[in-house]
C-alpha cells in the first residue's frame, strides 16, 4: 500500500498533491511507519525516543561558630543541558495523539481506484503535516536549585 492509494480533498491551502507528498514524507523518514507498510502497526511500535537525562548535585557543610553548620547545596537538573544546549534535550509529543489522516467524506470510486468497500464508497481523506516530536519543552531545559541550611 502507499500513498497514492489515498484519496485527499482540498484541506485548507493543502492541495490533495501536497498531503499526499506530505504523508508519503512523513510516513518515509520514521523507520517504524516505513517499515510497517501494508499491515497492521505493531502495537507500541512507534514509541518515544530514548530520553537521556543526568541530575548533578553537590553539597558543602561549612562549619560554624558554636558548633553549628551552614550547608550549602547546588542541584542541577538536567546536567547535560547545561553543558550543552542540544544533550538533555527531551523528545516529547503532543499530549493529544494526533490524527494523522482524517476521513472526510465518502465518494463513489471511479474505474479504478483503490480502498472500495463492499458498498462501492471510498474515503477521502485530508492530512495535515505536524511534527511529531518536539524537544521545545520545560522538560529539555536545565533547572538549578540552591538550598541553604542551617542546623543546630
Known amino acids: 500500500h502507499n500513498t497514492s492509494e489515498i484519496l485527499f480533498s482540498q484541506n485548507g ?3 490533495p498533491a501536497m498531503q499526499a507528498d506530505s504523508l508519503e514524507l512523513f510516513i ?8 510497517q507498510r501494508g499491515a497492521i502497526m505493531t502495537r507500541n511500535s512507534c514509541r518515544t525516543p530514548w530520553t537521556k ?3 548533578f548535585s ?3 557543610s561549612i562549619p560554624t561558630l558554636s558548633g553549628h553548620n551552614v550547608i550549602l547545596q547546588l542541584d542541577v537538573f538536567n546536567f547535560l543541558n547545561l553543558l550543552h544546549s542540544k544533550w538533555g534535550a527531551q523528545d516529547l509529543g503532543s499530549s493529544n495523539s494526533p490524527t494523522l489522516v482524517t476521513r472526510r467524506t465518502w ?3 471511479t474505474a ?3 480502498l472500495k468497500l463492499a458498498s462501492g464508497a471510498q474515503g477521502v ?3 495535515t503535516p505536524f511534527q511529531q516530536f518536539n524537544t521545545k519543552n520545560a522538560s529539555s531545559n536545565y533547572a538549578l536549585q540552591l538550598q541553604l541550611k542551617y542546623t543546630f
Open 13 to 15: 491551502n493543502l492541495t
Open 28 to 35: 518515509a523518514s520514521h523507520e517504524c511507519l516505513n517499515s
Open 53 to 55: 537525562i543526568v541530575n
Open 58 to 60: 553537590a553539597r558543602q
Open 107 to 109: 465518494v463513489q470510486p
Open 112 to 114: 479504478g481506484q483503490p
Open 125 to 127: 481523506f485530508n492530512f
